[in-house]
């Protein structure tokens, strides 16, 4: 029999070394009482997980919290978890035994309730040095990219992290707190830091998307809190509210051939047919409320294109919160107007305008800012976007603030956002609103009022700068674009590139050639001859500048009438100037611009309250007018003669500047293969056998007559097409023989 083996024995190993349990890293109680009012300027540095002997110290803000745990992954898939203690006023603290960070969750709960959530605390900063660097030189071109707030995904060993990093331009400030949705609107949980001395404030919250709504409590240096919006949000709430919103846009653009084409385009020699609207009275639906970006997606696009307009220009859309400031005010600059949808909306609004072949232009107002509490005013509790300096800061004219342009961080804000604009949503230019109130120190100020620059005169320096840098910038990043300046003096330069000290703008709208073209309109034909000069001024200075010749909303307003109501005598002769106008005025050298509603011979001057008067459509002769701007844009993109030479006095020569008798006006334009002749008559009576100079002896067809029984006129015409014979006559080589009918518009065009 075997014996059974003894059972095996083994010597006991030596006890483990004893591993000293790591201790809490020790803060101040008045670190943490800044802490816990939102008083302290590094929160992360408190907050968060901190290496320290051997442990992880992880400190955590919950003031109504009645526990808090902190959980992470161990090495065999299992959860670890160590209780914290609370330390100070809603501050919450305990050691994580692991020498590094883990990836970790923190377990709060209030009474019986847990939530688990992801710990601001523990991210890096979104900024990098570079990025603060730039924005204290003032040259982040791309400055939305990095402020404001912006969604991030990050991988985990918990899974991904989806988030948004809030960031804030607010030097001045002692603290800031975001105060949202996903705190009840309670700022004390989430302090911000502040990053160096850069005057940027940052934290990335995870587990917060677009649609939250925000704003940034900021304490200023005088030791009040105030509320504000985000100067650089993507999107904002339907006024009559006022916070901010997080966006994530997730458009894919269909406009790949415009843009192609576009960079390759010079916009000075190309054919623009400018239709200026505000969107939200072009048309309304019938309980007053404004259509959606999508809505207006499906008909301005087809209206504008079948009209042959090349560009709209849209009055402001960027969030204001007065509908009855057009957008002129403008609260947030980087957020398209939430009563109109979401950022993605507009996106699909341009996006269709430019598949229909059709340019975008946005009214751009960086002059002066609106004065509600919330928004830029004294952001920081200083004068931080505003200039400290009442002569220079305050516009009484408009009551607003006015942009502190000698500051570079306030010019980088503004350039920014006309890239912003450009770049993001596709827009093909930039009307500058307001350019002669940003050019002078003395605008709208009366002696003592104001105080001359460095040299003794009254040119705002630091304003020219920024036009200089804006126009400069935009034009190197986005190639084909262009910008306008609403200029209404006689500044030398607008539109010279700033290499040759100019403001270098695109174009500048001539407001003398409208002022004095309207108010010739307004006289009756038989009081015109004596003021003929005032059709015939614009031609003296039409050179200087690179021009668009407007006729804007700020013509049909506050008493002005409509362009219809201008033109003097009955009804048959309104209808006939008007359209005897519009045919000058497209063959009028420059670029021409027409505010919504004149296309259709609008009666009643514009509101913005309610919709154009589209029953007037219901009227032959108002359908006469929009037939008649449809045929002029087709023959004006259709002839070379009419857009290729704008810049160019070569491209123009009067035929009779002079004709004051019979007001009369005859001019060639000259470009491509086929002059076009232009015969006005702005006389109640026909001019029967009236002689005019031809460039050249042979066919000319008769393109256009704005009395054609088409758009409602008598109907005397040439019957298509005229012949002229050599024989100078008007300084021309050659001459013709014409039917000029009663206030109208007749273009001959060399038939090839």
């Known amino acids: 029999m075997t014996p059974k083996k003894s059972p095996r024995t083994t010597t006991p190993a030596a006890p483990a070394p004893s591993r000293r349990t790591p201790t809490l890293l020790p803060v101040s109680v008045g670190e943490l009482h800044q802490v816990a009012h939102g008083e302290h300027g590094n929160p992360h540095g408190v907050l968060g997980p901190h290496p320290h002997d051997g442990g992880v110290t992880v400190r955590v803000l919950r003031p109504l919290a009645s526990r808090v745990v902190v959980r992470w992954q161990g090495e065999a898939g299992s959860t670890s978890e160590v209780e914290l203690t609370h330390e100070h006023e809603g501050i919450w603290s305990g050691v994580v035994p692991l020498p590094d960070v883990p990836d970790y969750r923190v377990a709060v709960s209030y009474g019986p309730d847990e939530h688990v959530v992801d710990d601001p605390y523990r991210f890096l900063p979104t900024l990098g040095e570079l990025d603060l660097h730039l924005i204290n030189e003032g040259r982040h071109e791309l400055l939305w990219t990095v402020l404001g707030a912006r969604v991030h995904h990050y991988p985990g060993a918990l899974g991904p992290v989806a988030g948004t990093s809030f960031a804030v331009w607010a030097p001045s400030a002692r603290a800031i707190r975001i105060k949202a949705d996903f705190n009840s609107w309670d700022g004390r949980e989430h302090p911000m830091r502040q990053l160096g001395t850069s005057g940027v404030w940052e934290l990335f919250v995870p587990d917060v998307g677009a649609g939250t709504a925000y704003k940034f409590a900021i304490l200023g240096p005088d030791g009040q809190w105030r509320e504000k919006a985000d100067p650089m949000a993507y999107w904002a709430e339907k006024p009559a509210d006022t916070a901010s919103k997080v966006f994530e846009s997730s458009y894919t653009w269909g406009d790949d051939a415009w843009l192609e084409a576009r960079a390759t385009r010079e916009p000075v020699a190309s054919p623009m047919s400018i239709y200026e609207l505000h969107l939200g009275s072009w048309k309304k639906h019938p309980d007053g409320r404004y259509w959606s970006w999508a809505e207006l997606a499906e008909d301005l696009p087809e209206y504008v294109a079948g009209l042959g ?438 273009w001959f065009r060399k038939r090839t």
């Open 309 to 746: 307009f090349t560009h709209v220009e849209l009055m402001p859309v960027m969030q204001h919160p007065f509908g009855g400031s057009w957008g002129y005010h403008v609260t947030s600059y980087f957020a398209p107007d939430a009563r109109f949808g979401d950022p993605d909306g507009f996106r699909l609004l341009v996006d269709r305008l430019h598949q229909a072949g059709v340019g975008v232009i946005l009214d751009w107002v960086p002059g002066h800012f609106a004065t509600d509490e919330w928004a830029l005013a004294r952001f920081d509790g200083t004068p931080l976007y505003e200039d400290p300096n009442p002569q220079r800061g305050w516009h009484k004219e408009w009551g607003s603030h006015i942009f502190n342009f000698g500051r570079r961080e306030v010019r980088n804000f503004l350039y920014a956002n006309a890239l912003y604009w450009l770049e993001e949503f596709h827009a093909d230019g930039l009307r500058v609103d307001g350019v002669a109130s940003m050019l002078y120190l003395d605008y709208a100020r009366e002696e003592g009022e104001w105080t001359p620059n460095i040299h003794g005169g009254h040119e705002n320096l630091e304003a020219v700068q920024f036009l200089q840098e804006m126009n400069a910038t935009v034009y190197k990043r986005v190639p084909g674009i262009t910008t306008i300046a609403e200029e209404s003096t006689s500044w030398p330069g607008v539109t010279k590139p700033t290499a040759h000290d100019g403001l270098g703008f695109g174009f500048k709208w001539n407001m003398g050639w409208m002022h004095d073209s309207l108010d010739y309109m307004a006289h009756e034909p038989v009081h015109r001859a004596y003021h003929h000069g005032e059709m015939t001024f614009s031609l003296v200075y039409a050179w200087s500048e690179n021009f668009v010749l407007p006729i804007s909303h700020d013509e049909v307003v506050h008493g002005k009438g409509s362009l219809l109501r201008k033109m003097p005598g009955d009804r048959w002769q309104q209808l006939a100037s008007l359209r005897a106008y519009l045919g000058f005025m497209w063959a009028h050298p420059g670029k021409q611009l027409l505010f919504m509603g004149a296309e259709l011979g609008q009666e009643s001057e514009w509101a913005e309250s309610r919709e154009l008067d589209w029953w007037l459509l219901d009227h032959p002769e108002h359908r006469g007018v929009q037939s008649l701007v449809r045929d002029l844009n087709a023959a004006y993109t259709s002839t070379p003669a009419l857009w290729t030479r704008d810049h160019e006095p070569e491209g123009f020569s009067w035929i009779d500047a002079n004709d004051a008798g019979r007001n009369v006006f005859s001019f060639v334009r000259r470009g491509g293969d086929a002059d076009l002749v232009c015969v006005a008559n702005f006389a109640a009576v026909p001019h029967e056998d009236y002689r005019v100079g031809m460039p050249s002896a042979g066919e000319w067809d008769e393109v256009l007559n704005t009395d054609a029984a088409a758009y409602s006129g008598s109907g005397v015409g040439n019957l298509g097409s005229v012949t002229a014979v050599d024989g100078e006559w008007s300084g021309q080589p050659a001459h013709a023989t014409v039917v000029v009918p009663p206030l109208a518009t007749v």
